[in-house]
């Protein structure tokens, strides 16, 4: 019998300028112990862009109205039906200070620097074409937290509408 997959909405957004990039130190739930962007789950009733913004707010302690979609990455784990459909946005400008949540500790990082030994395995991947203002889709499918099985990864023109 072949298991109906189940699609979850999430966020992600990624703040940089000039040669940096700030993620944070994620304090609780999924992903404990890795350094990320900020992001989460898309309420109902909001937009993805709302919660990219909002989720930003909650985890960072900071605000802003200019975020650039720039990808949409899909992510499974064998023996798992859902599917986690993460839509990755960019940002370089915003207003307040950085601040530790109960849920993270933001820290800026050097773009030769960026610890992706402490991140997901497949940020490593996708998170160059960010920082490089390129637009992507990807599909990534675990075999748990640390084992990253296979991946298609695929790089669009600026111009492209990514759904």
């Not at 304090?27 to 990320?36: A, C, D, M, V, Y």
């Not at 946005?89 to 960026?114: C, D, V, Y």
């Not at 991947?125 to 960010?130: A, E, I, V």
């Not at 390129?134 to 099985?149: A, C, R, V």
Request: hydrophobic share 40%; glycine share 8%.
């Amino acid at each position: 019998m072949i298991q109906e997959m189940i699609k979850k909405l999430f966020t992600l957004l990624v703040i940089h300028q000039d040669n940096k990039v700030l993620l944070g130190m994620k304090k609780r739930g999924f992903g404990e112990g890795r350094w990320n962007g900020f992001g989460g789950k898309v309420l109902p009733e909001e937009s993805i862009e709302a919660a990219a913004l909002r989720e930003l707010r909650e985890e960072a302690g900071i605000t802003s109205d200019a975020c650039q979609k720039r990808g949409v990455l899909r992510f499974s784990f064998e023996g798992k039906p859902e599917i986690l459909e993460t839509h990755v946005f960019s940002l370089t400008r915003f207003e307040g200070n950085p601040q530790e949540t109960e849920e993270m500790k933001p820290q800026w990082f050097e773009h030769n620097a960026i610890p992706y030994t402490a991140m997901w395995p497949d940020d490593q991947h996708w998170l160059p074409l960010l920082l490089a203002h390129k637009n992507f889709m990807g599909e990534f499918h675990f075999k748990d937290q640390n084992s990253l099985l296979r991946y298609t990864l695929n790089e669009y023109p600026h111009d492209a509408v990514l759904a």
